[in-house]
């Protein structure tokens, strides 16, 4: 079983910023990828960022430049520093993690007010 615990979620003002961590625990059978979506209400989920066992990176268009993604092997957790943030960053944040099999987070809610 595998469990991944989020944090860093909240409510700030366009243009601030929110650090939401995530880490997982339990029998990991190594990590391919890890990453962050969002779901808004009335749509559906999106990718943000995620992140590869490697080191390489993929982005959503709306959040190049202003989010990044990264990651401590060593506590397998992962990051997503946002800044710059918008009204239309507001939405719940999954955490997901895929190894041998996918999973996801219980979400965290960002609310970005104007």
């Known amino acids: 079983q595998v469990q991944l615990v989020e944090s860093g979620g909240g409510l700030v003002q366009a243009g601030g910023s929110l650090r939401l961590s995530c880490a997982a625990s339990?029998?990991?059978?190594?990590?391919?990828?890890m990453g962050w979506y969002r779901q808004a209400p009335g749509n559906e989920r999106e990718l943000v960022a995620r992140?590869?066992?490697?080191?390489?990176?993929n982005y959503a268009d709306s959040v190049k430049g202003r989010f990044t993604i990264s990651r401590d092997n060593a506590k397998n957790t992962v990051y997503l520093q946002m800044n710059s943030l918008k009204p239309e960053d507001t939405a719940v944040y999954y955490c997901n993690l895929i190894s041998n099999l996918n999973y996801w987070g219980q979400g965290t809610q960002v609310t970005v007010s104007s």
């Open positions: 339990g029998r990991l059978f190594g990590i391919n990828v």
């Open positions: 992140i590869f066992s490697g080191g390489s990176t």
